[in-house]
C-alpha cells in the first residue's frame, strides 16, 4: 500500500473561516477576506481559513494550494500576469508564493495590520496598507531570492487606519482611504512641485476609493471640448476622475481639472527665457532620476514624452473638486455598505451591504442596472472579473460564496458549508458521493471529483446529525441527536421514510447491513441498540444490555452479526438473525471505555479504540485478543488555549474517536480528539504515517507550547485583545472583577471527529473543525519499480513492442511503474492479442494492471478497446479475484467507477442521437406523407 497522500481539496466551505458552536459574533480574525479572480477571469481565488481554494468555473472544479498559512488569512493579491500570489494573515505575517507552482518564495511580516493590498496595473509595484501608513513595495521574481521584498516609500498624511487603495490606470497615481473619512492622493514617484491631496467631504469611514479609466476620461475629453461644458461647476482639462465611498451609502464622484491659460503662461515664460525651458525639464529630469521614475530621462525630448504619457504629470496645479454625490439608501440607516469592487474598463461599481443586498451601478451617471438580495449576512466582499460579466460575493459569517452573471442574472456557483461546522461523512459505494452530516441538522452530498456540494438534503433533523450511512447508491441514511433516523432518496433528494423510537432519546451512531434492509441506531439514553426494517419502517427489536450510551455501531461485512461499543467498556457481539431471541451476545471487555469500532474488510477481525489510547484488534471467530496497539504517544499533542498543562501531561486528547480500515485490511486509518491523523500497519503494529490535518494557528490546540507573553496569572490572554476590528471594550466597573460586558468568544478547536477510505483506495477523508479535507494519492510525482533487474529499461519495452513480444513488453512496463509506459504498452497492444496478453500477466500484478486500466480509461476516446480489456480481465481472472476480493476490492471499485462515469456519459450522447434521429424521421414521414 502506497502512502504519499497528500491534501488534494478542503471541502465543506469555498470561503471564510470556521466558526465555533454557539458562535454569534464574529472576531476580528473570522471577518473573512478578499476574492480574487484570475486575468482570464476563468478562475477565482477564495481564501478558507489559512488555505485558498481555487475555483475554475470553466471546468466546475475545486482545489487546494497546497500551503498553509500561520493564521486565518486577512488579505491576497494576485500579480496581473498571474505569476505571483501574496498572502496576509491576521497576524500580519505575509508569503510571497508562486501561484502556478505553489512554492513558497518568502515569508516576512508588516508589523502592523493589512487591511487593504493591491498590485500595480503594470505589475512593477504593489502598495500595502500598514496601519496609518501606505507602502509601496518593488515586485520581486518568481525565483527565491536572499532578501526579495524591496520597499520604495512609505506614504503617510491619513490620521486614522488606511482601509481602501486604489492604482491609476497608468499606475503612476496612488489614493487612499481611511477610517478619518478622508482620501489622499499621491504621485508614486516624485514629481516636481506637486503637493499630496486631501479629498473631504465624508461622515464616516472609506470602504472604498476608485479611479476611472485614463482611457475612458480622453473619450469624454474628446467628446466635451472647451471649457465649462462636461455638466460640472468645475472648469479646465480633465485629468483624472476618482470615486470614494463610505460606510453610510454615500459616493461622492471628484474630478481633478487643469486649467489650461496655467500651460500657456508657463510656456511664454519659457518664450521670454531661452533657457528656462531647458533648466526646467532639467529640472523634471533630475527628480525623475532620484525619484526612479520617469525613465532614464536622456534626452530633453524622451522627457517631455514621458511627461505628455504620465497621468502624475498631468495632476501638477491641478485642483481637485467634487462634482456629484449619490446616495445608495436614503431611509435606511441599518443598511450599510460593506464592500466594493470598481471595474475601470466597463466603468461598472458592485457595491455589497450589511443586510446581503447588492447594487450594480454604472458610473458617472450613477444608474442602477441590477439590485438583488442575495443572503441574510453581510456581504463581507465582492469581486468582479476582467470582462465583467461575473459577480462574485463571499458572506463570511454563513460561509457563503456565490458567483452571479447579472446579464442573465443566473447563478454560475452557490456554495456554503454546514452552520456551526460538520459532524460525520459516508462515501458511497463507488466513492463519487460523499454524504456529510452538521451540526445544523443538514445533511450534504459532494461531488469527489469536483469538490463542490451539488445538493442539500431538505432540512428534516432538528438536531444535529451524528452519523450518515449509504444503504444503497441511492439512498443515505442519516441519524441525529433529535431522536429520528431518516432515509432521503437520491433520485428526488427527499425525506421518504423515518424511524422513530417506542422512547424518546437521542441517537450517538449508526449502522446498516450490507444488504440495506436492516439498519441499527444507538442511543445516549436508555442505553440500547434500535433496529428497524427498511422497507417497512418498522422497530424490529431493541437490544439491551449495555451499562453506558452506545458510542458505534458496525455490522459484519458478510455475515449478518452486528458489533456495538459502548462508554461501560464492553464491545458486544449480537446475531440479528437468529430465531432464539434470548440467547446473550458474546462480550469483549476492554477495561476503559470504548469509543470506536471498525470491521476489517474480510470480517476476520474486530478493532476496538478506548479512551487509554489503546487499540486492541479481537478474533471475530473465537473472540480472543490478536494484539494491542498503544497509539497515546502517537496522537498526543497540542494545548489548548485555557489548558492549565502542557500537552505532555494532558491526557484528555490522547485516545481515538474514529477508526477505518484500509480496502485490503492491511492498514489502519485513525484519528481522534488531535490534530494528528495516523496509519498503523496492523500485523507489525508499528506507525507507518502520521498526517497533522491544520497548522492554523487561530485554531485552538495546534501549538504544542504556547508563548509566555500570551500567559497571565489569571491564564491565556486574547492575543487579538489590541485589534483596532474590535468594537470598544466595556471599560471597568468598580468593584467588578473583569472588564467586559459578559460575552465571550471562543475558537474552533483541531480535532477530527470521523476518517473514512475511499471504496476506490485512492483516497481518504477526515472531518475536522474546517470541513472535510480530502488526501489522495499523487501517482505522478514518485518512481516506485517492482522487482527492478537491470535488463528492465523503457528501451527494452519500446524493442519488445517493436518485435510484437506485447506480453513481456507489459510486464516489464508495470516492473517499471511507470503510468506513460503502461499506457503507450496498452494502447499499442493489436485488438486480437488482447487475450493472449491477458493469459501472461500473473496474479501479482493483477491489482497494479487494474489501477492503470482505470486510470487509462477515464480520458481515453478508446471505450470499447479498454471494455475488451476489461472483459479479458474478468473472464480470466474472475474466479481468482471473487476468492481473494479483499486484495482486489480497491482496484475492482476504482474500474467500477470508471466504467459507470464512461457508460453514464455515452447513454446521454446515444439518447440525444436517437431522439434527434426519431424527430428528422417523423419528419420525412410527414413530408413524404
Not at 81 to 107: E, F, K, Q, S
Not at 153 to 171: E, I, P, Q
Not at 743 to 759: D, G, W, Y
Request: with cysteine; proline share 3%.
Amino acid at each position: 500500500m502506497k502512502f504519499n497522500y497528500k491534501l488534494h481539496r478542503l471541502c465543506g466551505a469555498s470561503y471564510g473561516t470556521p466558526a465555533a458552536t454557539g458562535a454569534s459574533i464574529l472576531s476580528s480574525s473570522s471577518k473573512g477576506s478578499n476574492i480574487v479572480y484570475t486575468c482570464d477571469g476563468n478562475s477565482l481565488l477564495s481564501p478558507v481559513g489559512n488555505r485558498i481554494q481555487v475555483l475554475d468555473l470553466l471546468h466546475h472544479s475545486c482545489r487546494t494550494l497546497p500551503f498553509e498559512a500561520r493564521s486565518n488569512i486577512r488579505r491576497i493579491a494576485l500579480s496581473p500576469d498571474d505569476r505571483l500570489l501574496i498572502v496576509v494573515d491576521v497576524n500580519h505575517h505575509a508569503l510571497l508564493v508562486n501561484y502556478h507552482r505553489g512554492v513558497i518564495l518568502h515569508r516576512f511580516s508588516f508589523k502592523k495590520p493589512v487591511r487593504d493590498m493591491k498590485f500595480s496595473p503594470d505589475g512593477s509595484k504593489f502598495a500595502v496598507s500598514a496601519g496609518k501608513h501606505v507602502q509601496v513595495w518593488f515586485t520581486p521574481g518568481v525565483r527565491r531570492e536572499f532578501a526579495p521584498m524591496v520597499l520604495h516609500r512609505k506614504y503617510t498624511g491619513l490620521s486614522g487606519d488606511a482601509t481602501t487603495l486604489d492604482w491609476s490606470s497608468d499606475s503612476s497615481i496612488l489614493m487612499g482611504g481611511g477610517k478619518d473619512c478622508q482620501a489622499r492622493v499621491w504621485t508614486v514617484d516624485t514629481v516636481k512641485d506637486y503637493k499630496p491631496w486631501l479629498l473631504v467631504g465624508h461622515k464616516k469611514p472609506l470602504v472604498g476609493v476608485h479611479f476611472e479609466d485614463r482611457f475612458k476620461i480622453n473619450e469624454r475629453n474628446q467628446f466635451f471640448v472647451g471649457v465649462g461644458n462636461t455638466g460640472s461647476s468645475l472648469t479646465g482639462k480633465l485629468v483624472a476622475r476618482c470615486y470614494t465611498i463610505s460606510e453610510d451609502g454615500v459616493i461622492v464622484t471628484r474630478e481633478c481639472r487643469k486649467e489650461e491659460n496655467d500651460d500657456k503662461e508657463g510656456e511664454g515664460s519659457d518664450d521670454e527665457d531661452g533657457n528656462g525651458k531647458g533648466l526646467d525639464s532639467f529640472g523634471n529630469d533630475a527628480v525623475d532620476f532620484f525619484s526612479g521614475g520617469g525613465g532614464n530621462g536622456t534626452t530633453t525630448t524622451q522627457s517631455n514624452d514621458v511627461h505628455s504619457s504620465d497621468q502624475a504629470h498631468d495632476i501638477v496645479n491641478s485642483r481637485w473638486g467634487t462634482t456629484s454625490r449619490h446616495y445608495f439608501h436614503a431611509n435606511s440607516s441599518a443598511n450599510t455598505v460593506v464592500s466594493t469592487s470598481f471595474s475601470s474598463k466597463h466603468s461598472l461599481l458592485v457595491v455589497g451591504f450589511s443586510t446581503g443586498l447588492f447594487g450594480l451601478y454604472e458610473l458617472p451617471s450613477m444608474s442602477n442596472i441590477h439590485t438583488l438580495s442575495l443572503s441574510h449576512s453581510t456581504i463581507g466582499t465582492v469581486s468582479i472579473n476582467p470582462s465583467a460579466e461575473w459577480l462574485a460575493f463571499g458572506c463570511p459569517k454563513t460561509q457563503q460564496l456565490l458567483i452571479w452573471e447579472w446579464r442573465s442574472e443566473t447563478y454560475i456557483l452557490k456554495q456554503a458549508g454546514h452552520a456551526y461546522g460538520m459532524r460525520c461523512l459516508a462515501y458511497s459505494p463507488d466513492g463519487i458521493v460523499v454524504a456529510t452530516g452538521g451540526e445544523d441538522g443538514t445533511v450534504k452530498l459532494w461531488n469527489s471529483h469536483s469538490g463542490f456540494c451539488y445538493v442539500t438534503l431538505p432540512k428534516s433533523h432538528t438536531a444535529a446529525v451524528t452519523a450518515v450511512e449509504f444503504s444503497s447508491p441511492a439512498v443515505v441514511l442519516s441519524a441525529s441527536l433529535d431522536g429520528t433516523v431518516r432515509a432521503h432518496d437520491l433520485h428526488r433528494y427527499r425525506n421518504f421514510k423515518t424511524y422513530t423510537s417506542d422512547i424518546p432519546c437521542q441517537f450517538l451512531c449508526m449502522a446498516v447491513d450490507k444488504s440495506g434492509e436492516v439498519v441499527c441506531a444507538g442511543s445516549t439514553e436508555p442505553f440500547r441498540v434500535c433496529v428497524w426494517s427498511v422497507q417497512t419502517g418498522k422497530l424490529t427489536d431493541v437490544l439491551t444490555g449495555h451499562l453506558g450510551p452506545i458510542s458505534s455501531l458496525a455490522f459484519h461485512p458478510v455475515r449478518g452479526t452486528l458489533a456495538s461499543a459502548s462508554w461501560d467498556g464492553s464491545v458486544k457481539v449480537w446475531d440479528l438473525y437468529k430465531s432464539d431471541g434470548g440467547s446473550a451476545p458474546e462480550t469483549l471487555e476492554n477495561g476503559a471505555d470504548v469509543v470506536c469500532l471498525a470491521y476489517r474488510p474480510d470480517g476476520g477481525q474486530i478493532c476496538s479504540g478506548s479512551i487509554r489510547g489503546m487499540l486492541r484488534f479481537w478474533n471475530v471467530e473465537d473472540g480472543s485478543l490478536v494484539c494491542e496497539i498503544d497509539g497515546q504517544k502517537d496522537i498526543k499533542g497540542g494545548r489548548k488555549i485555557n489548558d492549565r498543562m502542557t500537552s505532555d501531561n494532558n491526557s484528555s486528547s490522547r485516545y481515538f474517536t474514529s477508526i477505518a480500515y484500509s480496502a485490503d485490511g492491511t492498514c489502519l486509518l485513525a484519528g481522534g480528539n488531535s490534530k494528528y491523523v495516523c496509519i498503523y500497519e496492523v500485523s507489525q503494529q508499528i506507525l507507518l504515517k502520521k498526517f497533522q490535518v491544520s497548522f492554523n494557528r487561530s485554531l485552538d490546540g495546534v501549538l504544542d507550547e504556547l508563548h509566555s507573553k500570551n500567559l497571565g496569572d489569571g491564564g491565556a490572554l486574547d492575543d487579538e485583545h489590541d485589534s483596532a476590528d474590535e468594537t470598544s471594550f466595556v471599560p471597568h466597573i468598580p468593584g467588578a472583577k473583569r472588564a467586559d460586558d459578559g460575552s465571550r468568544k471562543s475558537r474552533v478547536e483541531v480535532l477530527t471527529m470521523q476518517v473514512a477510505f475511499s471504496p476506490t483506495g485512492r483516497e481518504w477523508s477526515t472531518v475536522s473543525g474546517e470541513g472535510l479535507h480530502v488526501y489522495s494519492l499523487d501517482d505522478d510525482m514518485i518512481f516506485d519499480p517492482l522487482a527492478l533487474t537491470e535488463g528492465v529499461t523503457p528501451s527494452a519495452v519500446q524493442s519488445n513492442l517493436r518485435e510484437g513480444k506485447y506480453g513481456m513488453a507489459l510486464l516489464m512496463s508495470l516492473h517499471l511503474n511507470e503510468f506513460a509506459l503502461v499506457k503507450s504498452v496498452i494502447e499499442d497492444t493489436p485488438f486480437e492479442s488482447i487475450s493472449t496478453v491477458v493469459r501472461s500477466i500473473g496474479q501479482e500484478h493483477l491489482s497494479q494492471l487494474i489501477q492503470f486500466m482505470s486510470k487509462c480509461m477515464e480520458d481515453s476516446p478508446h471505450v470499447e478497446y479498454y471494455l475488451q480489456w476489461c472483459l479479458e480481465l474478468l473472464q480470466t481472472h474472475g474466479l481468482f479475484m471473487e476468492k481473494n476480493r479483499g486484495k482486489y476490492l480497491r482496484s475492482f471499485r476504482a474500474l467500477f467507477r470508471v466504467v459507470q462515469s464512461r457508460y453514464v456519459d455515452l447513454k446521454a450522447i446515444c439518447d440525444d442521437n436517437k431522439y434527434s434521429l426519431e424527430f428528422l424521421e417523423n419528419q420525412a414521414n410527414l413530408l413524404l406523407g
